[in-house]
C-alpha cells in the first residue's frame, strides 16, 4: 500500500491541526494504521494507531486526552485529529501500515508501508 500523508503545518501552542493519510489500493480496510512522529535530533516515536475496523485504539502517555486517530475505510482515509497542541509536539509525522494483527503496535519494525512525512510546527 502507498500512503500520503498532508495536512501538517505551523500553528500556535494551544493550536489544532487534522492529519490526513491517503493510502492507495482496495484492501485499506485490512491494514493497521499507525502515526509516528520524529523530532530533530531524536529517533522516530509511536504517537497513535487504529485496528482495521476502528474499534482499538492505542495512544503515546503524552498525546492522549489530546490527539484522537480515526479511521474512514471508505475514503482509504486515516487522520490524526491534534489538539491542544504544546511546542513539545513539534515533529515530522508519518503515517505507517502493517499486516491487520493487533499486536506490537507501538513498534516501527513492524510496519511494512510509510508515508513521506509531514511537518508540524507549534510556536510557544
Known amino acids: 500500500v502507498q500512503l500520503q500523508a498532508s495536512g501538517g503545518g505551523l500553528v500556535q501552542a494551544g493550536g489544532s491541526l487534522r492529519l490526513s493519510c491517503a493510502a492507495s489500493g482496495r484492501t485499506f480496510s485490512s491494514y493497521v494504521m499507525g502515526w509516528f512522529r520524529q523530532a530533530p535530533g531524536k529517533e522516530r516515536e509511536f504517537v497513535a494507531a487504529i485496528s482495521t475496523s476502528g474499534g482499538t485504539t492505542d495512544y503515546v502517555d503524552s498525546v492522549k486526552g489530546r490527539f484522537t486517530i480515526s479511521r474512514d475505510n471508505a475514503k482509504n482515509t486515516v487522520y490524526l485529529q491534534m489538539n491542544s497542541l504544546k511546542p513539545e509536539d513539534t515533529a515530522v509525522y508519518y503515517c505507517?501500515?502493517?499486516?491487520?494483527?493487533?499486536?506490537?503496535?507501538?513498534?516501527?519494525?513492524?510496519?511494512?508501508?510509510w508515508g513521506q512525512g509531514t511537518q508540524v510546527t507549534v510556536s510557544s
Open positions: 505507517a501500515a502493517k499486516s491487520r494483527i493487533w499486536v506490537r503496535v507501538a513498534s516501527r519494525n513492524v510496519y511494512d508501508s
